[in-house]
């Protein structure tokens, strides 16, 4: 561990899109190696370790970079009720990850707080086990926004910890950001609400888009100090097909870390673990960390676990996949728990995904899931 003065910076090579290989299932012999081993891996040797669970496609917010207003206005037509997957398949499908070796669960959506009687999807999910018999990690990311009325009930069902996005804490900008006026104060009684109940380590995350809201990082990094709450700065990307990327929006996360060491110094810290997606800093006078999210200038496909199950059951095994393959079918004709434990292994087990090693202008302008179907 030391102090560092900045972070590497890295070249993203000039290469075409990639392309996604149609999965091959598993026979049931081989399933039960990858049972047996729990290490179920792609040809990268990554891990499938990870599993995000959008429960809605809809959001209250209207954030510009997620779901700007002149796509998703008042004629945007959701998902109707009977497309997404019930409870009890979202449990059946997490158990059958369990099994593959999935040990961590994430709730996203849209704003997943937004599904009705959430806190009973928590309380199924919380009764999952791995092969090893110990609990998932179960979490959750939101807007915040409900926390007050939620946050309770939500630790109560058996949510562990929580992570809120949060732009910016100047209020005029993060009204602009979420493009509905929601204000900074409601969000952070939301916080408060969160670590009032226990779903502790809070964590907050700010998407940094260069000209928006960069200068405002210092504030939020200081208004956060000392409080326990652990914020990450996440390079702008261009998830889905509607927020007019260009590489020019990204601050790149060492400007972000040089930024906050001029005002109060920070010290590189190790990751938790391999393949932690934030790299951590601490302040050198002990009164808590911030992460960095480098998704464009240190791109890390090299260590991605993370599958994503859409909100009307399709598996992306990348964010910036442009098709899921879809489970909701075998989740209702009767297949059995072997059979789709052989998709997904089989579909991991040839993933090629490096879309972030990859990116370019021009794979930018390419069509991708939008992450408001299937969580950040
Ligand atoms: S671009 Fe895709 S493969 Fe790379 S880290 Fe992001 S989700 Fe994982």
Same mark, same amino acid.
């Given at each position: ?17 990639? &392309? ?51 796509? =998703? ?16 398949? %979202?449990?059946?499908?997490?158990? %059958? ?22 806190? &009973? ?49 100047? +209020? ?7 493009? $509905? ?42 208004? =956060? ?16 097909? &509607? ?14 870390? @040089?930024?906050?060491?001029? $005002? ?20 050198? +006078?002990? &009164?808590?960390? %911030?992460?960095?999210?480098?998704? $464009? ?23 910036? @996949? ?55």
């Amino acid at each position: 561990m030391g102090e560092r003065s900045n972070v590497p910076g890295k070249v993203i090579p000039l290469i075409a899109a990639r &392309t996604l290989n149609a999965p091959q299932p598993l026979s049931a012999q081989s399933l039960g190696t990858v049972r047996a081993s729990s290490s179920l891996l792609d040809p990268r040797q990554r891990r499938l370790h990870d599993l995000r669970i959008s429960v809605t496609d809809k959001c209250n917010f209207r954030c510009t970079y997620c779901m700007p207003k002149d796509v =998703f206005g008042p004629g945007y037509k959701f998902l109707p009720h009977d497309a997404l997957l019930s409870f009890e398949e %979202i449990t059946r499908f997490a158990k %059958i990850s369990g099994q593959l070796g999935v040990e961590k669960l994430r709730l996203t959506g849209g704003e997943p707080t937004l599904r009705r009687n959430l806190p &009973t999807l928590i309380g199924m999910l919380s009764l999952l086990r791995t092969p090893s018999d110990t609990p998932l990690d179960l979490t959750l990311t939101t807007n915040g926004s409900t926390l007050v009325k939620q946050a309770k009930a939500l630790k109560d069902a058996g949510l562990q910890r929580i992570t809120v996005s949060l732009d910016s804490m100047n +209020d005029a900008v993060f009204r602009a950001m979420n493009d $509905v006026d929601f204000p900074v104060a409601d969000v952070l009684r939301g916080i408060d609400a969160a670590l009032a109940a226990g779903l502790t380590p809070v964590k907050v995350n700010m998407v940094v888009k260069r000209g928006v809201n960069d200068h405002t990082v210092v504030e939020m990094a200081k208004h =956060f100090k000392g409080t326990g709450v652990v914020v990450r700065f996440i390079e702008f990307m261009d998830v889905g097909a &509607t927020n007019g990327w260009r590489m020019d929006d990204v601050m790149p996360s060492r400007d972000v870390v @040089a930024a906050i060491h001029a $005002v109060t110094p920070l010290v590189a810290v190790d990751p938790h673990y391999e393949g932690e997606v934030a790299e951590r800093w601490r302040y050198a +006078d002990g &009164t808590g960390e %911030i992460g960095v999210i480098s998704s $464009v200038t240190q791109a890390f496909c090299s260590t991605c676990s993370r599958a994503r199950l859409s909100t009307d059951g399709k598996i992306y095994t990348c964010l910036f @996949a442009d098709h899921g393959v879809d489970f909701r079918k075998l989740l209702r004709d009767g297949s059995s728990d072997d059979d789709i434990a052989a998709l997904l292994a089989g579909l991991w087990q040839v993933r090629t995904d490096r879309y972030s090693e990859i990116r370019t202008a021009d794979t930018a302008k390419l069509r991708k899931v939008e992450m408001s179907y299937i969580g950040g």
